[in-house]
């Protein structure tokens, strides 16, 4: 794929025809409660299910499949974490060597899912910068070639994929969407879905952590913009600067950005695991915090999208995070 802004939503089209049967076509779920919290449907997809635990592995998949079939034998990634991961998984479902260049605060969970792949993992500093610059001189030194997890074409087509079959399992439902809410790391899959979104009047909106806001502040000046990113519990919406080719897709479609703090994070971390059941990382929780923010349309019941990104998450921090609900039924239980 040599596109760049020319991309279409036809590009993920193409690359959610190719990962079907090579991905799993994860779950939309619903929430009386989170439709009551939100006023309006709130439909989410369950990309926590995902092979490697998040919608990571739709790009990474589709952009290493075509690298095998060009004959490459093996690739170089830099994440921090749940791309590596995918890559790792990719690689070894092609036969090629993977090697993934993690910051050195990685969280375990991640570090172990992509040696469990196979990978060969090198942790470098705390900074994207950091990381690319590694990623990069690995990259001359044995020809294999970088699998970006922004900036590459082939990776926000196949991450679109998980937007495109929200909005069609929506519109199947009877129940299309008005709104589609997508966490924003270096903006790959904030694109994805804006690709995936075109032309059907779906708004858009990226998602990031309070003082984590490359995108907000590029958009308000025209230009990318690079921050120093804050302390966040959603570690994977922490790059220093939305990507190049993310930024150029999404700045004249992109509907805006909701900024949410950790504490709005973690109320919708607690609320996805006790009112789904299922366990999603703080990242991709910031999804649904981001849709709990949304201004009401009138007195019309709008359907809002949500991708949960990924699922990979330190059991210790699972348990910081309900501690809140677990203290307050033990205050219930004392006033009782």
Request: net charge negative; aromatic share 2%; proline share 5%.
């Amino acid at each position: 794929m040599t596109r760049t802004v020319g991309q279409v939503r036809a590009d993920v089209e193409e690359a959610s025809r190719w990962l079907a049967g090579r991905v799993v076509r994860t779950p939309v779920l619903r929430s009386p409660v989170i439709d009551g919290l939100a006023g309006a449907r709130v439909l989410l997809k369950a990309e926590n299910l995902q092979h490697g635990g998040s919608y990571k592995m739709r790009g990474a998949l589709r952009a290493v499949g075509r690298l095998a079939v060009a004959g490459h034998t093996g690739v170089i990634a830099q994440s921090t974490g749940n791309h590596a991961v995918a890559v790792a998984l990719a690689a070894g479902q092609h036969g090629l060597a993977a090697t993934v260049v993690l910051p050195v605060d990685a969280a375990s969970t991640k570090v172990d899912r992509a040696r469990a792949a196979g990978a060969r993992v090198v942790f470098a500093g705390t900074s994207v910068e950091e990381r690319v610059a590694v990623a990069n001189g690995l990259s001359d030194e044995s020809g294999h070639p970088v699998v970006d997890a922004y900036d590459h074409p082939d990776v926000i087509a196949g991450q679109g994929t998980a937007s495109l079959e929200l909005i069609e399992d929506a519109e199947r439902a009877g129940t299309p969407l008005d709104v589609l809410v997508v966490p924003v790391g270096g903006g790959g899959g904030v694109a994805g879905a804006g690709l995936a979104a075109a032309g059907s009047g779906i708004e858009v909106y990226g998602v990031e952590p309070v003082g984590c806001d490359s995108l907000a502040r590029s958009l308000a000046a025209g230009v990318r913009v690079p921050v120093a990113p804050a302390p966040t519990i959603a570690d994977g919406l922490r790059p220093s600067c939305v990507g190049e080719l993310p930024f150029a897709i999404v700045r004249d479609t992109l509907r805006g950005v909701v900024r949410v703090d950790d504490d709005e994070i973690a109320a919708a971390f607690r609320l996805i695991l006790t009112e789904l059941k299922v366990l999603a990382e703080p990242s991709g929780a910031a999804g649904l915090a981001g849709a709990l923010r949304l201004p009401p349309d009138g007195d019309r019941q709008r359907t809002v999208g949500v991708v949960l990104t990924g699922g990979n998450v330190e059991a210790a921090l699972v348990a910081r995070l309900m501690a809140p609900r677990s203290a307050d039924l033990a205050e219930e239980g004392a006033a009782a």
